[in-house]
C-alpha cells in the first residue's frame, strides 16, 4: 500500500480545509484509515480514525469540528476540518491498518492555522 496526503497549507483561525489521502498498490477497502498529527515538540497523536464498516472515532480536541470519510471506490479517505485553530497546527499523517498489525503510512501534509 502506498499512501499519498495532500490538501495542507495555511489557513486563518475558524478557517477549514479538506486534506485528502490516496492509496494505491492494495484493496483499500480492507484497511482502517486514519489520520494523525504532530505538532513541534509533541508526539504524533490520533485525530480521527475510520473502520472498514464505517464506523468512526475522534480526539476530543477535534470533535464536532472534524468529519473523516472514506471513498472505497476512489480509494481515498478525506479529513473535512472546520473552525479550525492554532493548535491544530501540525504535520498530518494518515495511516491504513490492518487487524493483522500490518500498517502503512503515508507522508505528511502541514497544515498551519495562523492569522
Known amino acids: 500500500v502506498q499512501l499519498q496526503a495532500f490538501g495542507g497549507g495555511l489557513v486563518q483561525p475558524g478557517g477549514s480545509l479538506r486534506l485528502s489521502c490516496a492509496s494505491s498498490?492494495?484493496?483499500?477497502?480492507?484497511?482502517?484509515m486514519g489520520w494523525y498529527r504532530q505538532a513541534p515538540g509533541k508526539q504524533r497523536e490520533l485525530v480521527a480514525a475510520?473502520?472498514?464498516?464505517?464506523?468512526?472515532n475522534y480526539a476530543d480536541s477535534v470533535k464536532g469540528r472534524f468529519t473523516i470519510s472514506r471513498d472505497n471506490a476512489k480509494n481515498t479517505v478525506y479529513l473535512q476540518m472546520n473552525s479550525l485553530k492554532p493548535e491544530d497546527t501540525a504535520v498530518y499523517y494518515c495511516?491504513?491498518?490492518?487487524?493483522?498489525?500490518?500498517?502503512?503510512w503515508g507522508q505528511g501534509t502541514l497544515v498551519t492555522v495562523s492569522s
Open positions: 495511516l491504513a491498518s490492518r487487524t493483522s498489525g500490518t500498517y502503512f
Open positions: 498498490g492494495s484493496i483499500f477497502s480492507i484497511y482502517a
Open positions: 475510520i473502520s472498514t464498516g464505517g464506523s468512526t
